[in-house]
């Protein structure tokens, strides 16, 4: 594969030219090998030449300079990953193949284990470097310190001076400002260094969220932006010789070779992972019938609103658990209010392009992140459309927007931007598969789904980083306890198959009663549907209607809310009064109050309930029982396994019943 340089921003931005033996100039003349149209770049302002088998970039003495990763240069050797800008535009270089990034990288200060010369070293690759992926490395770089180097690709990255740092959202990386719900059981299983990494600053989080089932120690969960966990994580990264950061998304192609060299690659790359994909025969065939209603897949479209709300967290709490349409997650009353769409909503989730005039499906399909502007326009820095739905303020998704915000306590002017995210799941038969067999000159590499590559989202949002975390947390662990310096086995990864399938099991059930609901006939149907059938009743009906029946909507959401408040009232105090409440609903449109009322309450004992709790597999080691010396076996095959010397052996009569108590 060729060198090129890539444009990052402005007008050459996904564009690319190829480098070869001839120059390659930079500057607003029109006979430049690129041009640059920023008034801040000079006629001739920089040039790439070939010198020695490398590109090196000349600034030609220009006006206002030339930077590489923020630096200014007159002369500079390029390598991999080298950000250049010039004016205002900048430009990516990308070297000819893996070695040339990988050199690269030691060049840049960061060593990584010479497993060559040291065999016992465990090589591992991580495919994607969000939380779970960073949580992964972090976690077996502790448990295997100075036995593992880990490479870790991620293309949301960017080199800034000797560090990775995250790209911002002019740079395409969107949604990082969405705020997640920690559950206890997952944090606590961090390390303490990481623990205090995330949360050392009390302003960084806050406890919203009642103690429930599913929390350990009496510690409430945590919302927390994931923008906070993602920088905390990979500043800990970037301190962390035997973890080497690579800011490029991971081909397995182009990587074929070097995979062929690593015991271990890790695919953490979310749902829509391409690794996978390219791997799909190793881990077998996804099964999405189970997750199905009358032979059709089921899928949520989920519209996620930037907001600041000035309800308090006890009153948004109630607010979001007493109804299945919105779901408010929050950072002291700033985050995304999450709108469940029907099929028909789902279709108006569309961008203009306003100088084509074309439509554009990129906030439903990439997703982008669609802006408020000084026009007060919702617009997509990426491809430059503007969400249709709110220019056509009458359409009916967006004055159901403005219902949603009305509810939680949002003026429309602090809806600040709109995207949107797809929920659908399968069953995955393995979550573990053998990748490659060793030979005379490979160690053997197995593979591994963790995170949402292995389970899906959820409309919750901080349910996939749950799950996500607990998977990292098994991994590391059975990678801990397996690694001797010599090739891996099946079967050293049966605990965490087996916690990778409990997870797959309590995450999607719970999910999945999430997207359905069951009636008293027993008829399961789709929540979205629900909501369809409401709404479409609700405008028949008509708001004076709605008046002159007493509101029985609201009646009935009053008295869900009711009990819902007894419930949670002794685990989080200052829950609102009833006479709050009536006022605060009672400038909901009624057709709104309907939908509200039959989408249901959230099912908080199913869809919350206890976590899985991967410790289960990973205590001391199991007592193996065998029969006393002379005596006869049991009835049915031999037992197996080692006893350890001295071990007291217990006489399977003197064990207790393992019934349910």
Known sequence: MPSVIVGRTGPFAGQSVVLGTAPVTFGRKGDNGVVIVSPSASRLHAEIVREDGAYVLHDRDSRNGTYVNDQRVTRHVLRANDCVRIGDETFLFEAQDVMETVIDLSQLHLPRLNAAANPGTLRVTVTGGGPVGLAFALALEEALSGRVAITVYDGRWVRKGSEVVWKDESQGNVRRQQVVTVQSRQYLALSEEVRTALFSDEAAYSEMWPVGPDSVDGRPPRNIRIAYIEDRLLALA????????????????????????????????????????????RFGTADASIYSLDGEHLQDVVLGLRVKSRLSDPMSVLLTVS?????????RGEGFLNMRLTREEAKGVIGIDPVRQVFEECIAARPCLMNREEDNEFRCSTHGTLFLPALLRSSPLWKEIRQGLNLFGVPEDDLSAITSFRLDMVQRPRFTAQLLRPTATTPGTYGFLLGDAANAIHFWPGRGLNSGLASATSLARSLSRAWRGKPLRDADFIRHEAAMSMLQYRHKSRAWNAMVTTDEQGVTRAIKDIIARSAEAGREAGQEA?????????????????????RLAPRLPGMPTMEQLRSHLASVDPATLRTLQESGAWDTLIVGGEEADIDLFYQSDSPVYVPRPGGPFPAGPAPVGPVSAGAHVADPRSLPSAGVQ
């Open 238 to 281: 970037n301190t962390r010789p035997a973890i080497q950061l690579v800011p490029h998304r991971f081909d397995p192609v182009e990587r074929k070779s070097r995979l062929a060299q690593e015991h271990v690659l890790v695919i953490g790359e979310g749902g829509r992972s391409r690794t996978r994909d390219h791997f799909a025969d």
């Open 323 to 331: 109804q299945n349409r919105f779901l408010l997650n929050s950072l």
């Open 546 to 566: 709605g008046r002159a029946s007493g509101r029985p909507d609201l009646d009935e959401l009053l008295d869900r809310m009711a009990a819902i408040r007894d």
